[in-house]
């Protein structure tokens, strides 16, 4: 399995801007999925947003039109640019992907969106 390490997590005030990124161990040019996923506190784990098939991206609703997804083979990364923040975005932020080998997840990153 691919190594993954998120970052770019933190605090950030309402309507600001983060991006995280995901780092992985090897090249993830064959896998078939990429994604973001969060869980906040008490809350189960969801899904922001996934990046398949090359250039496909689909997204949760509630992040729909502030959050995008991107990846860069070159550098074996996954990138999320969160606009537009709001307190309910705040949650721990998992990268993950899928390949024929079986997926890999990141250990998370912390973002907070508060005043």
């Known amino acids: 399995q691919v190594q993954l390490v998120e970052s770019g997590g933190g605090l950030v005030q309402p309507g600001g801007s983060l991006r995280l990124s995901c780092a992985a161990s090897r090249s993830i040019s064959n896998s078939y999925v990429m994604g973001w996923y969060r869980q906040a506190p008490g809350k189960q784990r969801e899904l922001v947003a996934t990046?398949?098939?090359?250039?496909?991206?689909d997204y949760a609703d509630s992040v729909k039109g502030r959050f995008t997804i991107s990846g860069d083979n070159a550098k074996n990364s996954v990138f999320l640019q969160m606009n537009s923040l709001k307190p309910e975005d705040t949650a721990v932020y998992y990268c993950?992907?899928?390949?024929?080998?079986?997926?890999?997840w990141g250990q998370g990153t912390q973002v907070t969106v508060s005043s």
């Open positions: 993950y992907v899928g390949a024929a080998g079986g997926g890999s």
């Open positions: 990046l398949s098939g090359g250039n496909r991206r």
